[in-house]
């Protein structure tokens, strides 16, 4: 290994379980996954975190406590990898966090857009010693985008192929599609929940964080009446641009569509495995381009009974996971902010217009050195 020719890349999504860690050399025709690492995120700090995404929660004391509390986690996932890797701050170029996302609101209208991360990137770089990239969202959201998703542009880079339509479907706690035609174009947009509902719905009933391969919901069965109203949420139908968060997709919102209905807890959760997958399947299926295969990503590539409904969903087109691409779906979007830090280091852009709606492309992210 070259001095300094390592990047780090943290993630911590919307499903607020852990801060996944990777680290990874960029080589000209491909990516070297060095090591991963999951560090857990306590559940004090998970109620915090949640406590802030709700409008009726948070208090400038809260956010200051729980933004340092995060970069002290960001930096003990950092060092646990390094560690783990035998790595020391010298081989390291940069650590791109994406922070945990609190508050999600793009432009709309007249409306000012805003998309709020926090986990302090000083004490990153304080404790590891290296540089951290971090606020990837906000420049794109500053000229006039949706801040969001960012990850199409490293799907691009890594799985673009000039004998497939491909889509990456990346589903963590919301869904997202990377949309890679052959003739080397890309867009892309959020499709709606991913596991967000599925998680909180099975955490409520089970006590159990996740329904593990989709177990506990195959016990019941879908209802028609509850999906067609899930999928009549405003958001599902818009045109692209556009992205969203637990904002709109949240318990809450769940509860309210249940009003009126007697259903049993796995029926609902049944309901929300197809309601997660339809969202995705229609969301391919009315695309401009005929897809040929779908590559999926994220946590919901373990659920074997969303694996398989989004696949009954698409028919013919092949429903598989990106580990046939040689990236471990746990990891792809770690891997992305690693990239996105690269980008960042070298000058170059890190976001797409024609995904996040944003004037033009720029270079993203803000540099905090140790």
């Not at 560690?83 to 007249?110: E, F």
């Not at 946590?299 to 969903?313: D, E, H, P, S, Y």
């Not at 770690?334 to 720029?362: E, H, P, Y």
């Amino acid at each position: 290994m070259t001095s300094a020719n390592i990047y780090i890349g943290l993630m911590s999504g919307t499903s607020i379980d852990s801060v996944d860690a990777v680290a990874v050399i960029f080589h000209p025709d491909r990516l070297q996954l060095l090591g991963s690492h999951s560090h857990v995120i306590p559940e004090e700090l998970r109620r915090s975190i949640l406590m802030l995404s709700q409008a009726s929660g948070d208090t400038v004391q809260l956010y200051g406590e729980t933004d340092t509390a995060l970069g002290v986690l960001f930096a003990e996932a950092t060092l646990a990898i390094m560690s783990k890797l035998s790595l020391t701050a010298d081989m390291i170029m940069a650590v791109g966090s994406h922070g945990q996302t609190v508050r999600h609101r793009p432009p709309s209208g007249t409306a000012l857009g805003f998309s709020l991360q926090i986990g302090d990137a000083n004490i990153i770089a304080a404790r590891a010693g290296c540089p951290v990239v971090a606020d990837f969202r906000r420049k794109d959201i500053a000229l006039g985008g949706q801040g969001a998703p960012l990850v199409p542009a490293f799907h691009h880079e890594l799985f673009t192929s000039s004998k497939q339509n491909r889509v990456i479907a990346n589903i963590g706690g919301i869904a997202n599609i990377s949309i890679l035609p052959t003739n080397g174009d890309c867009s892309g947009f959020d499709t709606g929940p991913g596991n967000m509902l599925l998680d909180a719905w099975c955490h409520k009933n089970t006590g159990n964080a996740y329904d593990d391969n989709g177990n506990w919901g195959a016990r019941g069965c879908a209802d028609t009446f509850l999906l067609n109203r899930l999928k009549s949420h405003p958001f599902i139908n818009l045109h692209a641009p556009k992205s969203t968060g637990r904002e709109e997709f949240n318990l809450s919102w769940l509860e309210q569509q249940l009003t009126g209905l007697t259903l049993t807890a796995e029926d609902i959760q049944a309901t929300l495995v197809l309601f997660t997958a339809q969202t995705i399947a229609d969301a391919i299926r009315h695309l401009d381009a005929d897809i040929d295969e779908v590559y999926v990503c994220g946590g919901g590539a373990f659920n074997g009974q969303l694996m398989a409904k989004i696949q009954i969903c698409l028919g013919e087109i092949s429903v598989q996971s990106t580990a046939k691409l040689g990236l471990d779906p746990n990891w792809v979007e770690a891997c992305a902010f690693a990239w996105l830090a690269k980008q960042r280091i070298d000058r170059r852009c890190g976001n797409l217009a024609a995904v996040t709606g944003a004037s033009r492309r720029t270079v993203l992210g803000a540099v905090y050195l140790p």
